[in-house]
């Protein structure tokens, strides 16, 4: 996939076709940036339910012409009996990546759709709920029909997902891994569509349905309660930014890992690389990732538990400091601390120039592999990245939010350009934000190419404990051995590897026209018109 498809009343990415086709249909009728991505989001959590669900937190950066980008913090904190007396309590020395007790934190992205919708709602007449989550809600009731990602994943995580409360039973039909191409209903799920529809997105959190919600948590052992849900909601914050050549980006602020991704590409900004894809450039980028992963695993966490200003290391002052760390010809030696993840990103750019960079995430695949009996909810288990300790970096305390991956990003060129672009994969998000952004924005690459060139991961992703720089294939071999002589542990994966991520784009041009790019390591499409 080479060619970059273009439109001018609308576009929409993701990773599934179908998700991507849900929002379209909202944007044709009439719909906004902001809710052809609620559309999207919805869909996704039924089509694509190994990625992403209702179950997680989300992450928005929403912009419209001529006003600063905004951001929406839905994530969920730790239930208010979750501490360590309650861990000590269960014999747990850490907390496990699966089961009821994973199931620690409050699922927050349903409060940023509706957090989003309040922000957008001076831009016209809002659409019916009822309309956002057709497309999910058909799907849910009628069937979606497996993919090859989700039937692999079920597959090779079965082990540890098959007695998981209601897991099998939702998503393992005859007790076995789905195969590609089976038709799967999630009818429970649907059912709570439906309500949200008709109840409100606040129903997740207050009333009827959130009384349904408490009593499925207290039904698998979920130490989240009724009260807990009460006492979340979505915050509006502004965005960490910095500049490089020719344009302003923007990201996340804390919990999650947004300053990385903006460090990463400032500091590789000041190395002068003035050609792609060769060792300058790569060598450079996984450097520039170290560097703003040492500050991440310092310092980066629940923000009112931080205590520093993230802003401040992206004055340009510690971002020349740190830029000249950087041995242009050695790499760095990297045992570190690692963190996977699993997540869906999508973008979309409605026909009044408004944007939405969105991210939607259940942690790992599947989440907790805890399904809720009644509502059929799967809920995540961002909490397990909390460390069993007194104090210190992302150390459990009732009601403090976990670190997140999560990170959407947005850009705004010098010359009117205006880009919206993300990723899943763990820790690899930054990195092949970098990739992408730099490929596309420093250098000139064509929108999809610079999607589906080969890419490169420093450390874990996707579970894998591995803390090697792994490139796909199709890189030169030249390239690869100059990478290992520079003291890099280069691992070679295969040509379109899910390891590497699912990324998106879409840039609107100054004389608005649309362009976008979706990842062939996924299932999505680029949906426009």
């Known amino acids: 996939m080479l060619e970059t498809p273009r439109a001018r009343r609308g576009m929409v990415t993701s990773p599934h076709h179908l998700a991507s086709q849900a929002g379209l249909y909202v944007l044709k009728d009439g719909g906004t940036a902001v809710e052809a991505a609620i559309a999207v989001a919805a869909a996704l959590a039924v089509v694509y339910p190994h990625m992403t669900g209702i179950g997680g937190d989300g992450f928005w950066l929403i912009a419209e012409p001529g006003k600063a980008p905004i951001t929406v913090d ?9 501490d360590l007396a309650y861990y000590a309590s269960k014999g747990a020395s850490a907390i496990p990546f699966r089961g009821p007790l994973a199931a620690n ?6 409060s940023g759709w509706q957090k989003a919708l309040d922000i957008s709602q001076h831009w016209q ?5 009822e309309r956002l989550l057709e497309s999910a809600i058909y799907y849910a009731e009628n069937g979606i029909v497996v993919t090859r990602s989700q039937s692999e994943l079920t597959s090779e995580k079965f082990a540890e997902l098959k007695d998981q409360p209601n897991f099998a039973g939702t998503f393992m039909p005859n007790g076995q891994a789905p195969a590609e191409g089976d038709i799967m209903k999630l009818p429970a799920l649907g059912a709570t569509l439906k309500r949200l529809a008709a109840e409100g997105f606040e129903s997740f959190y ?6 349904t ?4 948590l207290a039904k698998v052992a979920s130490p989240v309660t009724g009260a807990d849900l009460q006492n979340h909601q979505a915050t509006e914050r502004p965005p960490l930014s910095t500049t490089v050549r020719g344009a302003q980006l923007f990201n996340m602020a804390p919990p999650t890992q947004g300053l990385s991704s903006l460090m990463i590409l400032a500091m590789f900004d000041r190395l002068g690389v003035t050609q792609a894809e060769g060792f300058d450039h790569i060598h450079g980028l996984v450097e520039a990732t170290k560097q703003a992963f040492i500050i991440r695993d310092e310092h980066v966490g629940d923000p009112d538990h931080m205590t520093v200003d993230p802003a401040t290391f992206l004055e340009n002052a510690k971002l020349d400091e740190l830029a000249r760390h950087i041995d242009r010809k050695i790499a760095l030696p990297w045992p570190h601390v690692r963190k996977p993840g699993d997540t869906i990103w999508l973008g979309v750019i409605d026909g009044q120039g408004r944007s939405v960079s969105f991210i939607q995430s259940v942690y790992f695949e599947f989440g907790s592999g805890v399904v809720l009996p009644d509502t059929g909810i799967c809920w995540q288990n961002r909490g397990a990245s909390f460390r069993l ?34 990723n899943m994969g763990g820790e690899g998000q930054p990195q092949t934000q970098s990739a992408v952004f730099s490929r596309y924005g420093m250098f000139g690459m064509p929108l999809q190419q610079a999607v589906t060139a080969p890419r490169w991961l420093l450390g874990k992703t996707w579970g894998d404990e591995s803390v090697t720089l792994k490139v796909e294939d ?10 290992r002589d520079a003291g890099h542990v280069v691992e070679v994966l295969g040509s379109y590897t899910g390891t590497m991520g699912h990324a998106g784009a879409i840039v609107l041009h100054a004389n608005g026209v649309l362009e976008g790019a979706t990842d062939p390591r996924s299932d999505g499409a680029v949906a426009a018109w």
């Open 125 to 129: 007449q809002p659409m019916a709920r």
């Open 105 to 110: 934190t409050v699922a927050g992205t349903v």
């Open 213 to 216: 919600i408490a009593a499925d």
């Open 206 to 211: 207050n009333g009827k349905l959130a009384d």
């Open 474 to 483: 199709r890189f030169d071999p030249a390239l690869i051995q100059q990478l």
């Open 389 to 422: 300790a007194e104090s210190g970096w992302n150390a459990l305390k009732p009601g403090r939010k976990p670190f997140h991956t999560l990170n959407p990003a947005m850009a705004i060129f010098d010359d009117g350009r205006r880009m919206v672009y993300g």
């Open 74 to 82: 839905a994530c969920g904190r730790a239930g208010a009996a979750v």
